[in-house]
């Protein structure tokens, strides 16, 4: 695709003058043909500037910031408002399909603002259709100011990073044909329906992995929402209903079997002075002595069955607060020292359990039944440096659940990847997430 980046006719007409005058020699790469282009420019500006790019980040992010407000879930992800908001969705997305969908674009180009292309007029014909540009607004080629509103909402509806251009992970969005979402959309109000018995307690905690987000629920309403990281495709959190039980501060992590092989031991092996740094014991199991890691042949096969723990404090990996809660699969919610990838759109990174941006908070809600404890004292023990585990007087129940489509009472409709592949498999024989949380919430309740 060629895109072309405007520039006045008056000063093209200079800039080819002067070459074909021999007074100016093209880049490398660039044909006259090109440059008989009015609408083409070239620069030797350079790189662009460490400064310039902070400068361009701040832009996306104020954008961001100004947006995505109108597009947080005021309702919980699962309740009778989002059930009706999907069957809304859907029925618009069936006229849409009905209608013939909407127009894909090709994959290998990158368009950026003040270019211009059919492929822009195409795009905006798609953000129209789903509502991310007004009806009847104009097919205008250009990327200008409407079109930059248009493709960041589209982004944040997608949960994509609002990026000021058209990506490749926008493209591949934008080329989902509108008979797969309606699929999508059909297939997670399923879903919802399945989960409705959860909603029946009047407090409990819900994870929605692919959208990277918990909601604290209290009488029906979201209580709080905070951004979370969840687990890798190939180490993925598990469909759970649980109880949390305790709140843990300055944890001591057991780091699981699993994370130890595929973690732990290889990255030891390549740096030994990780397991001072990190602040680790190792056993030869749990109820061994320590042993003196200098005396470890890190590279023998036997470290492999080898058990280890690290120290609290704000280099362990579970942060300053875990939240127990008891599950066969060994996962729980809790802090991170690595805030900085709460910041990235897609937040699949831990090996399975779930890192809770606003911790503090969520542990606030969870003990405000708890004599004392309110933010102030969950701030001071976050702060004090010392292990208190605080038993919770009430459980609360918690649930991890697949919602990779939701809708807003407004009528903005939402779709995240499926990062897990289970819309692919759902229905076909396979547990669906729904039914399989439901099951487990009835055992946790049998005596």
């Known amino acids: 695709m060629q895109v072309h ?22 880049p490398a790469g660039i044909s006259l043909a090109d440059d008989l282009n009015p609408f083409r420019v070239f620069t030797d500006s350079g790189p662009v500037t460490a400064s310039e790019k902070a400068r361009r980040e701040q832009v996306r992010t104020d954008l961001y910031n ?89 982004q944040i509806r997608n949960g994509l990073r609002v990026s000021g251009f058209v990506d490749q992970r926008t493209l591949r969005a934008l080329n989902v044909p509108a008979s797969e979402r309606l699929q999508q959309l059909q ?22 992995v692919p959208s990277y987000t918990t909601q604290a629920i209290q009488n029906g309403a979201v209580a709080l929402e905070s951004n979370v990281v969840v687990g890798k495709p190939q180490r993925q959190t598990p469909r ?12 001591t992590w057991s780091v699981p079997d699993s994370v130890a092989r595929k973690d732990l031991i290889p ?46 404090g704000p280099h362990n990996a579970l942060g300053v607060v875990r939240i127990n809660m008891p599950n ?33 908070d969520l542990v606030t809600w969870l003990l405000s039944d708890q004599n004392g404890w309110g933010a102030e004292k969950v701030q001071a023990a ?12 009430r459980p609360v129940p918690v649930h991890f659940v697949y919602l990779s489509a939701f809708a807003q009472e407004d009528g903005i409709v939402q779709f995240r990847p499926d990062i897990y592949g289970r819309d692919a498999t759902f229905g076909d024989g396979v547990d669906d997430d729904g039914d399989a949380v439901v099951a487990q919430q009835s055992r946790a309740i049998t005596p």
């Not at 949390?244 to 300055?250: D, G, K, L, P």
């Not at 990255?267 to 056993?283: A, C, D, G, I, W």
């Not at 976050?382 to 007087?393: C, D, W």
């Open 66 to 154: 100004r947006l995505n407000p109108s597009y947080r879930m005021t309702a919980p992800f699962v309740s009778e408002q989002s059930i009706a908001a999907m069957q809304q969705a859907i029925v618009r997305y069936q006229s849409i399909v009905a209608a013939g969908g909407w127009p894909t674009v090709p994959e290998k180009v990158t368009i950026r603002r003040g270019d211009t292309s059919p492929e822009i007029a195409t795009i905006r014909r798609h953000l129209i259709i789903e509502g991310d540009l007004p009806p009847g607004s104009t097919l205008d080629p250009t990327f200008d100011e409407a079109f930059l509103m248009g493709l960041a909402r589209f």
């Open 328 to 360: 066969k699969d060994a996962v729980y919610m809790h802090d991170t020292p690595l805030k900085q990838l709460f910041g990235q759109s897609a937040r699949a990174f831990s090996s399975g359990c779930v890192r809770v941006e606003r911790v503090l």
């Open 5 to 26: 980046r405007k520039l006045p006719i008056s000063k093209a007409g200079a800039v080819l003058t002067a070459v074909l005058a021999g007074a100016i020699a093209l």
């Open 267 to 312: 990255t030891l092996r390549k740096n030994p002075n990780y397991f001072y740094e990190q602040h680790f014991s190792v056993m030869p199991d749990w109820k061994a002595k320590p042993l003196d890691p200098a005396a470890v042949d890190w590279a023998a096969p036997e470290v492999v069955s080898y058990k280890f723990r690290q120290d609290p």
């Open 382 to 393: 976050a702060s004090s440096g010392e292990s208190i585990s605080v038993k919770l007087k």
């Open 240 to 251: 759970i209903s649980a109880k949390i039980v305790e709140v843990n501060f300055y944890p």
């Open 187 to 208: 297939t997670n109000l399923t879903r919802l329906q399945q989960l409705m018995p959860l909603t029946k307690t009047p407090r409990y905690v819900l994870v929605n």
